[in-house]
Nanobody
């Protein structure tokens, strides 16, 4: 059983920044693929970013160049630094863990590949 606890959401003006954190339980965190997804009202949950090794993060096109995902294996924590926020980034952001450790550009955005999910944290960007 893996528990994920997100924090860091809030209300910010367009152009501002937020950093989300996700603390995970589990003894083999370094082997997990950690992902961030988001869900806006009335929309499907969508992939934002994922990481297995720090040298090879993955991003959705909509956030590339603005968001940065990082993973601290010593702290069992994954972060999502969000810069240049836009109103369309408004959503509940979820952290997810894929315990298989396997990752590829084809599968990394598939939400059904992830085994555990956090409770979500709200991000609201005002115009």
């Amino acid at each position: 059983q893996v528990q994920l606890v997100e924090s860091g959401g809030g209300l910010v003006q367009a152009g501002g920044s937020l950093r989300l954190s996700c603390a995970a339980s589990g003894r083999t965190f370094s082997s997990y693929v950690m992902g961030w997804f988001r869900q806006a009202p009335g929309k499907e949950r969508e992939f934002v970013a994922a990481i297995r090794w720090s040298s090879n993060p993955y991003y959705a096109d909509s956030v590339k160049g603005r968001f940065t995902i990082s993973k601290d294996n010593a702290k069992n924590t994954v972060y999502l630094q969000m810069n240049s926020l836009k109103p369309e980034d408004t959503a509940v952001y979820y952290c997810a863990a894929d315990l298989s450790g396997s990752v590829s550009p084809i599968t990394v955005g598939n939400r059904y590949k992830y085994d555990y999910w956090g409770q979500g944290t709200q991000v609201a960007v005002s115009s």
